[in-house]
Structure formats: C-alpha cells, structure tokens
C-alpha cells in the first residue's frame, strides 16, 4: 500500500498518514486495521485522530517533541513498543529486498509492472529464506 507519494518532506509539513477518502483503508484489507504504526515524521494530532476517527483502535506514532507525562506513558506501553519495532522490521526487510536482489530500479513499465517487479523480489527473497530455514545446520 502507498501512502507518501513525495519522499521530500520537512520538518514544518505534517504529512497526511491516511488517504482523505474514508474507504480507502477498509477495500485494500477488507477490514480497518487494528494498528497503524508510522514513525515520528508521521506524528500530527491530525493524523493521529484520523485513524482513529477511522476506526483503528491502536496509533503507533511516536511524538519526539512530547511534555506530556500522558503521552510519554503511552508510548512505554507494550503494544506501542511492539507496534514500532514491527514497523522497523517491516523497514528492514524491504530493505534487505531492495539490496538482496536489486529492486532499487523498476524495468518493468506502470504500476502493473513495478507491481510484478516487487513481487518477483519478495518472492525470490522468500526463496531464500525457506531455503536457509530448511538446509541442514553445522549444529545438527
């Protein structure tokens, strides 16, 4: 799923965390997520009640700039904590992908093709990674 089309943000933009039409969320995953997780350059009050406005029940974004005792107490929570490094997994998974097998340029056309390309990388990377999983070890 897309979210940001613009990777060039600065610190007085607040980037829109959810598309502004209502449905959007709900059609690609047939159901609103339990939890969204971002990270701080996602952080807005705005977006923040726009999730949950949308029904999600649990907001993952960490607010670096915080006074609040309430806030920062939400965010030693468990679920927060374990939303976040779900998120940095996610990161760096997408980036072994890109390294691993060289999806940092697109040779196929449109979205249909940049669609392929990624799922042919993550495909040959999963490949991999049941193949480490099921060679026999030195340990054995």
Same mark, same amino acid.
């Given at each position: 799923m897309k979210i940001v089309?613009? !990777?060039r943000i600065s610190k007085a933009q607040h980037v829109a965390l959810l598309p502004r039409h209502g449905g959007?969320?709900?059609?690609l995953l047939g159901r609103v997520?339990?939890?969204v997780a971002a990270d701080a350059a996602f952080y807005s009050a705005r977006n923040e009640a726009a999730a949950k406005a949308k029904?999600?029940?649990r907001v993952c974004i960490p607010n670096r700039s915080t006074k609040s005792l309430e806030r920062?107490?939400?965010q !030693?929570?468990?679920w927060f904590r374990n939303g976040q490094k779900w998120r940095t997994g996610c990161e760096g998974r997408v980036s072994v992908v890109k390294r691993r097998h060289g999806l940092s340029r697109c040779r196929y056309k449109g979205s249909v093709g940049m669609d392929r390309w990624?799922?042919?990388g993550v495909i040959a990377d999963n490949l991999i990674n049941i193949g480490?999983?099921?060679a026999p070890s030195a340990e054995r």
């Open positions: 089309n613009d !990777k959007h969320l709900h059609s997520p339990r939890l029904g999600v029940k920062k107490r939400e !030693k929570k468990r990624v799922g042919l480490h999983a099921l």
